[in-house]
């Protein structure tokens, strides 16, 4: 039984988003259930929000409201705790969400709301930026993560190395490394393979790479 939900809005979508958040809340709320908000997207729902962390230490499942690029960001704070993620799409691109709007009250809702319903695992990249032996930057990401040339004028030199092995090494545009989540967005946008999303699997897809070898 789910005690508290965690919502995460994408506030770019206005009054619509809004209404349907109230309407979900009151939904939740006739039912038992709990919920937060980032104290960055509560107040427009006149609500007291909280912070990440708070959000990942108390939310049993976490809704994003949006599009995939509200799911993506979603998975980024679900990720640490292993949460479970159930997408709404009120954006404009919604490949990764499970429901519409006009489905929210089918009985799905209810279903999460039990535990009848099955969690789909997926596999996730952390990646890391590192220099001179100091971590600069980590990221946890559900599509991909992505190695590019910049602002520079010209073709960057990559090597690739899998377990201390070079796996390739060319000059391009930049690397991108996917999920078989990810298979179907930027590497498949760069000529990459489309990958059933249960296969344990990484795709490494080059970047306009100046070679007929290197390819994904």
Do not use: W
């Not at 005690?3 to 939740?28: A, F, S």
């Not at 519409?100 to 535990?115: F, R």
């Not at 602002?151 to 090494?169: F, I, N, P, T, W």
């Amino acid at each position: 039984m789910i005690k508290r939900v965690g919502l995460v809005l994408n506030p770019t979508l206005g009054e619509g988003m809004v209404t349907i958040t109230r309407e979900l809340i009151d939904y939740l709320g006739a039912r038992g259930a709990g919920v937060l908000l980032l104290k960055e997207h509560a107040p427009l729902v006149g609500a007291e929000g909280v912070s990440e962390e708070v959000l990942r230490e108390h939310a049993d499942v976490l809704f994003s409201l949006g599009g995939d690029g509200t799911l993506l960001s979603t998975v980024r704070i679900a990720a640490p705790a292993g949460i479970p993620v159930l997408g709404i799409n009120l954006g404009r691109l919604g490949f990764l969400a499970e429901l519409g709007p006009e489905e929210l009250y089918s009985g799905v809702i209810q279903d999460v709301i039990e535990g009848r319903c099955r969690v789909e695992e997926r596999l996730l990249l952390q990646g890391r930026v590192e220099r001179a032996g100091t971590v600069l930057k980590e990221v946890v990401c559900l599509n991909e993560c992505v190695i590019g040339r910049g602002a520079l004028g010209r073709s960057c030199q990559l090597e690739v190395r899998v377990d201390g092995c070079c796996a390739m090494r060319f000059a391009g545009d930049g690397l991108i490394v996917a999920t078989p989540t990810g298979s179907t967005a930027y590497s498949f946008s760069a000529g990459g393979p489309v990958v059933e999303p249960a296969v344990g699997a990484i795709i490494l897809t080059p970047i306009c790479p100046h070679s007929y070898n290197v390819r994904p």
